[in-house]
């Protein structure tokens, strides 16, 4: 893709951004503007919106209808935005923590209602804007500004939340892993429901500076190194097993705990059903009729 047709969707005069050198949110940007361009959809009917944090900078620099809410609360904008303009494209931009914390509430109740926007949560384990403190997806052990003897919290896998919340579509993908974010993306921008889709993203400033892990480069090479397909884990599997994948899909998400080490990346749940905008539209033609 010509980098013309990227460039278009941003607002250039509001560049350069403000992330830090390494940071992978614009890998994450780039993604879904490419998922954007390749499904041909128009500028004017796309709505982004973003809460709090590093990564709810990524809808100022969107060349589409844009807002940058409060703090957690992205998700319970973009509700109001579909459900007034059902016709509308709507994408939320959100973080790890803004999606698992303080908007923890709107996260599963809009799986639960299967609401029709597409979640993408850039994941970078860590507060990044508001000075490294660790945030609901932090690995147990690891060092952050408010935790300088290791997290002894046992982390959200906010891909697993949104399966269990009932969201019709759900994905996760590292940066390093491009192409596959952008088709995820593509894929869910493309559910008539709730997607959802996980980007592991790199924060070489706080996350990697406090777990020496290095430079932006050393994080891409162990999202390279950590990520396993899911497809592949679970062939890995039933060899191990000795029996078919099929059988080992129940067994694989009992002891998915022995790829702790792990990133498990693909598409977890690809399950299209009429989404909330749908069964609403349905009520308010029942309510009409009563009335009448």
């Given at each position: 893709?010509s980098v013309?047709?990227?460039?278009?969707?941003?607002?250039?005069?509001?560049?350069p951004?403000?992330?830090?050198p390494?940071?992978?949110?614009?890998?994450?940007l780039k993604?879904?503007?490419?998922?954007?361009?390749?499904?041909?959809?128009n500028?004017?009917?796309?709505?982004?919106?973003s809460?709090?944090g590093?990564?709810?900078?990524a809808?100022?620099?969107?060349?589409?209808?844009?807002?940058h809410?409060?703090?957690?609360?992205?998700?319970?904008?973009?509700?109001?935005?579909?459900?007034?303009?059902?016709?509308?494209?709507?994408?939320?931009?959100?973080?790890?923590?803004?999606?698992?914390?303080?908007?923890?509430?709107?996260?599963?109740?809009?799986a639960r209602?299967?609401?029709d926007?597409t979640?993408?949560?850039?994941?970078?384990?860590?507060?990044?804007?508001?000075?490294?403190?660790?945030?609901?997806?932090?690995?147990?052990?690891?060092?952050?500004?408010?935790?300088?003897?290791?997290?002894?919290?046992?982390?959200?896998?906010?891909s697993?939340?949104?399966?269990?919340?009932?969201?019709?579509?759900?994905?996760?993908?590292?940066?390093?892993?491009?192409?596959?974010?952008?088709?995820?993306?593509?894929?869910?921008?493309s559910?008539?429901?709730y997607s959802?889709v996980e980007?592991?993203?790199?924060?070489?400033?706080?996350?990697?500076?406090?777990?020496?892990?290095?430079?932006?480069?050393?994080?891409?090479e162990?999202l390279?190194?950590?990520?396993?397909p899911?497809?592949?884990?679970?062939?890995?599997?039933a060899a191990?097993?000795?029996?078919?994948?099929?059988?080992?899909?129940?067994?694989?998400?009992?002891?998915?705990?022995?790829?702790?080490?792990?990133?498990?990346?693909?598409?977890?749940?690809?399950q299209?059903?009429?989404?909330?905008?749908?069964?609403?539209e349905?009520?308010?033609?029942?309510?009409?009729?009563?009335?009448?």
């Amino acid at each position: 893709m010509s980098v013309e047709k990227y460039l278009k969707h941003l607002r250039l005069d509001r560049l350069p951004h403000v992330w830090c050198p390494g940071c992978g949110h614009g890998i994450v940007l780039k993604a879904a503007v490419g998922a954007i361009e390749e499904l041909g959809l128009n500028p004017d009917k796309i709505a982004v919106v973003s809460g709090i944090g590093c990564s709810s900078r990524a809808t100022g620099y969107l060349n589409f209808n844009t807002m940058h809410t409060l703090h957690g609360r992205a998700i319970a904008f973009a509700t109001g935005v579909k459900l007034a303009r059902p016709d509308m494209h709507v994408i939320v931009m959100t973080g790890d923590g803004d999606a698992g914390a303080i908007g923890g509430n709107h996260f599963i109740h809009a799986a639960r209602r299967n609401m029709d926007i597409t979640v993408i949560a850039f994941n970078n384990n860590i507060y990044g804007m508001t000075g490294g403190q660790y945030s609901p997806t932090t690995p147990e052990d690891c060092y952050a500004t408010t935790s300088p003897y290791g997290n002894i919290e046992k982390p959200f896998d906010l891909s697993k939340i949104a399966i269990a919340s009932g969201a019709s579509y759900v994905a996760r993908a590292t940066t390093f892993n491009f192409l596959d974010l952008q088709k995820y993306i593509k894929n869910g921008l493309s559910n008539a429901g709730y997607s959802f889709v996980e980007a592991v993203t790199q924060c070489p400033t706080y996350f990697g500076r406090y777990n020496k892990i290095g430079t932006a480069p050393k994080m891409m090479e162990y999202l390279k190194s950590a990520a396993l397909p899911i497809s592949k884990a679970k062939k890995d599997m039933a060899a191990e097993l000795k029996c078919d994948e099929v059988s080992v899909s129940r067994v694989f998400e009992l002891k998915e705990s022995i790829y702790s080490d792990r990133i498990i990346t693909g598409e977890f749940v690809n399950q299209p059903r009429p989404g909330y905008v749908d069964k609403y539209e349905k009520v308010i033609q029942k309510a009409g009729a009563h009335s009448e």
